[in-house]
């Protein structure tokens, strides 16, 4: 080693750590791939790395290498807060006790695109009933039902509005696995969050998925189920307390109707 230069044992200092950490990585990999699913579910719910390359001078050579800490919490109220803006409560008007009316909300619906097309479960539905939307920003307005089909109700808005809508992110649900982590909001008057787990996944004898989760959803129906990016993954159906409609069959069938009616039950 006296023989070798200040240079030269930096080089060899150096190609021993990049061996070194080759190796430990590919240590790391094979006991991950060995360790129980439980365990790696775990690990990666712990935290996940990224890097973000952050230059602090325009023309400058020297690239500041950040390393950025995303833990699962952070996912789950960036998903609330990107839920919540699509998320409507569906009221209809009451008689008291007391014989003075008032609004009840009876079912959520969920915003599908910028125009205010709206879904929810059709169980709630009566004839000769007037629904309103209750809108993220307090305001109710009329809503017209467009069709209803396989316990789905879809609706448009039936007043101008200046609202914004916001169109719900969908899920691509063939990618859905058991023990993912399901997120919803539910509360009649307030949002209250859930989180749980996807615990099964069933195919009814018509081919349409559905998804069974440990979410305590409420005491009323339609609250969207979203994955840890916001996107929806399903919503909760009038079949049984644990189970949620895929939200490709939202889509199927909303796009299987070219001529809406206006008919309710």
Do not use: H, W
Not at 48 to 57: A, C, D, H, M, S
């Amino acid at each position: 080693m006296e023989e070798l230069t200040k240079t030269q044992i930096l080089l060899l200092t150096l190609l021993v750590s990049f061996v070194t950490s080759i190796a430990t990585g590919i240590i790391t990999v094979a006991l991950m791939d060995q360790a129980p699913a439980g365990v790696t579910q775990t690990v990666n719910r712990v935290v996940e790395r990224t890097i973000e390359k952050v230059v602090p001078e325009k023309n400058s050579a020297n690239v500041i290498t950040k390393e950025v800490v995303v833990r699962e919490e952070n996912l789950i109220t960036d998903a609330i807060d990107k839920t919540a803006k699509s998320l409507i409560r569906i009221r209809k008007t009451i008689t008291t006790e007391s014989g003075t009316p008032a609004s009840v909300t009876v079912a959520f619906g969920t915003v599908m695109s910028n125009k205010g097309n709206i879904v929810a479960p059709s169980s709630f539905l009566e004839e000769n009933t007037t629904y309103k939307a209750l809108l993220p920003d307090g305001t109710e307005v009329a809503l017209k039902l467009s069709f209803f089909e396989k316990g789905l109700a879809f609706f448009t808005i039936a007043e101008e509005t200046k609202f914004e809508f916001i169109p719900i992110k969908f899920a691509d649900t063939t990618s859905v696995k058991l023990g993912e982590t399901a997120i919803t909001l539910y509360g009649r008057e307030k949002n209250t969050v859930a989180i749980g787990i996807i615990s099964a996944i069933r195919n009814t004898e018509d081919e349409k998925t559905y998804y069974e989760s440990n979410l305590p959803l409420g005491e009323i129906y339609g609250n969207p189920i979203m994955n840890l990016f916001g996107e929806m993954v399903g919503m909760r159906s009038c079949i049984n307390e644990n189970y949620i409609v895929s939200s490709d069959t939202i889509l199927e069938i909303s796009k299987s109707k070219e001529k809406p009616t206006t008919s309710t039950q």
